[in-house]
């Protein structure tokens, strides 16, 4: 009897360290629940980027060493914003150039690395940076600078399949870190500046296999894919012509370069959308939905179940992708989110109803607020850069001095959001710029902006401010100056503690209520990335990846020059508390 057994106990044990070594939906919706891995860009899909480990904590962090650091290596380095991601005492992290390194969390040994043959026509915007990968099943699935998508098996590294997005010779590219939402592999595009058509994506992350598509420009027709890859239309965005003039939606930008969040609650991921093509807003009369925006969808249908425009008819590049975060408040699903506009937005999360909004810098020029009966910005006319037809050579448009810059209040770095103490960390830049419009006709694959500008500093002391901020109130609870701008996420943590990087080289730490630095380190390179952390063997670690690029020293005018003694680097850091 107990020979008989054995094969099958041996069959169950084996089933059972398969399914552990496999990463499930169910895991993936517990991730930010979970402290020993780090299976989503946001530390859990609603992109909270909040750990409630304690081990570190203002009293023990005096105690917080380097445990190992892993160099990208090569000439290859630029700016670096990747997430790690931990599982099965792993590490992913994507470095920039389209590659990709698995690492034993332990040690820091390379297990193997994937590197992506890139061609030499690619047209990224800001910077060759990857934002990090996605986890499911036994893949690791990350986007490239030529527009396409790869799953790689996450012990061995060797591709087990791979799909084109679109034509990287149209400017199109991938930067943002996949989301895995119910069994779905959704992603968005990068190219708003090349007159691209911005749109969500939802894939089998098995296969690759398209399931629907959902555009973010009013007029175009969204798609649905059925197991054995039929094609059939899934209904317009919007309504074709409504808040567009003529053919400009048909180049419409609004690209959803930064990826998206997910609440299981709602059933709805949200997706920021970027700036309408072109930049020059005469050309465009109307709202241009679906630019600018926060952007609901029902991940089962890929139909928008609602939106929220942060920016109508935007004329000064103010971007909509910033991540939207959902949190529990006075018993309601709400979600937050801060603008590159320079407002916070709190919209409820089911409906997208606008709860509140306020300034998170202290200059805001393009409007003198948001009014929260409409939801929409109370414009300063006078501060919309001019008709560039209107001027005497019919070259250039009036100049308007507009705050904040182009590069926004906030960027690309993820904020955080603490449940313990109900605040966001937001890392906030305090800028202006010169800006004009110009005259511009559409071109496949050229630059299509239709704009000239200048980022200008508006303070001697500071650009950067790590701010906390309470989303009841809009009020400003403590603040963190820095001289150079802040390009890093954050991460915040049940020990009272705030995490984020600077461009001068430093991860540091501060008091999650008081804002007091407790600690810092410097990486050796600026830090642009987001900091993690994860528990393995009742120890508590803290990564960052380090390594100064991005759209600062590329676009950035005057503060570019402000900081162009920072170094480029390509390193993963990781941390311990010394026994």
Known sequence: MRLKLLPLLLTVGLASMTAQATVTDQMIENDAKTTGDILSWGLGTQGQRYSPLKQINPKSIDRLVPAWSFSFGGEKQRGQQSQPLIHKGKMFVTGSYSRIYALDVATGKKLWK??????????????VINRGAALYDNLVIFMTLDAQIVALDQNTGDVVWKEKIDNYADGYSGTAAPLIAGGLLLTGVSGGEFGVVGRVEARNPKTGQLVWTRPTVEGHMGYKWDD?????????????????????????????????????????????????????????????????????????TGQIKWHYQNTPNDGWDYDGVNEFITYDQDGRRLGGKADRNGFFYVNDATTGQLVNAFPFVKKVTWATGIDLKTGRPNFVPENRPGDPTAGADGKKGQSVFAAPGFLGGKNQMPMAYSPDTGLFYVPANEWGMEIWNEPVTYKKGAAYLGAGFTIKTLNEDYIGAMRAMDPKTGKIVWEVKNNAPLWSGVLTTGGNLVFWGTPEGYLQAADAKTGKIVWKFQTGSGVVAPPVTWEQNGQQFVAVVSGWGGAVPLWGGDVAKKVNYLEQGGSVWVFKLLK
């Open 228 to 300: 054995k890859g039929n094609r059939t239309e899934n209904g317009i965005s919007g309504t074709t012509n409504k808040t567009w003039p003529g053919d400009l939606w048909k180049t419409g930008g609004a690209a959803t370069w930064l990826g998206g969040t997910f609440d299981s609650k709602t059933g709805l991921a949200y997706f920021g959308s970027g700036n309408p093509a072109p930049w020059n807003s005469h050309l465009r009369k109307g709202d241009n939905l679906f630019s600018c925006s926060t952007i609901a969808i029902d991940i089962k």
């Open 114 to 127: 994937y590197e992506h043959r890139l061609p030499d026509g690619i047209m990224p915007c800001c910077d």
